[in-house]
């Protein structure tokens, strides 16, 4: 029998640490088979992401992208995770598309930043204050429970009202300030043109970079990729994807050597010193969503 996973009922299930755990034993399984694919209708788009690990089974993750579906009252994505169990191809489960991107975007993040922050990091920013940056908080927290948090955000009353729904999370006002005095800087937004400068920089901060999914965006600037040891969770699906990777890369900037290590090389994720500065690139994937679903189902089934 098929199980169905819901959001409400899936989410206070799982734990932060752990799902870092579940991804760094799935990198030890053999590589991930993936591929994308896209439908449109105008303005409207069908996309799944697969992928298959032989030890794992095989997740597709399908979902909806209606814009126009927000000026009638409906939300704009809808979506859900189809898991198929490794030895005969059974279905074993669908879960919902928003508990797994929730779980798997942060906690991609949370990894790197466990292995190349450094342990003492008491000031962490979030920039961006949208459902991901919220998502981020509560990563962060858990594995780094005495830190202090900001967020900043372009629109400053969105920042604001982030603040008002998470206790002690302070705004920031200037943003060259606020990355100054942080251990750790994570960002998600959809910026086209750096928001982040290489020259804000500090000695052993730790960089965590999540908005820019496309060729044409990045969060970073060219310094700010040239002062920093350089790691991304695969190479397979940032190298060539995304312009914070390929901008630099194409004008010499840095070199493809400089990117040191993906999560098929997780010992390689350790810090040299307290003094460099790590930067880390989060650009997803389908094997991600395959190693988050069958961490939820885990959970499902044993709790």
Known sequence: MTTIIDFDNGDPLLDWIELTDAFAAGHDLPKAEISDSFL???KDTLLQRQAWIDGMGIGVKSATVFPGNPAQGVPMIHGAVTLYDDAHGILEALIDFHLVTKWKTAGDSLLAARRL????????????AGTVGRNLHAAY????PSANFTVWNRTQANAEK???DIDGLKVATDLETAVGEADI???A???????????WLQPGQHVDLIGAYRPDMREIDDTGMARSRIFVDSLDTTIEHIGELKFPLANGTIR?????????NLAAF?????EEITLFKNGGGAHLDLMTSRYILNKWSTR
């Open 40 to 42: 449109y209708r105008g």
């Open 189 to 199: 937004t959809m910026s086209t043109d750096p928001t982040l400068r290489g020259d």
């Open 185 to 187: 800087i994570t960002s």
């Open 117 to 128: 922050a450094r342990p003492d990091s008491r000031n962490i920013l979030i920039v961006g």
């Open 270 to 274: 350790s810090r040299q010193s307290d």
């Open 162 to 164: 982030m603040a008002e």
């Open 141 to 144: 927290s858990a594995a780094f």
């Open 256 to 264: 493809r050597e400089d990117v040191l290590a993906d999560y098929y």
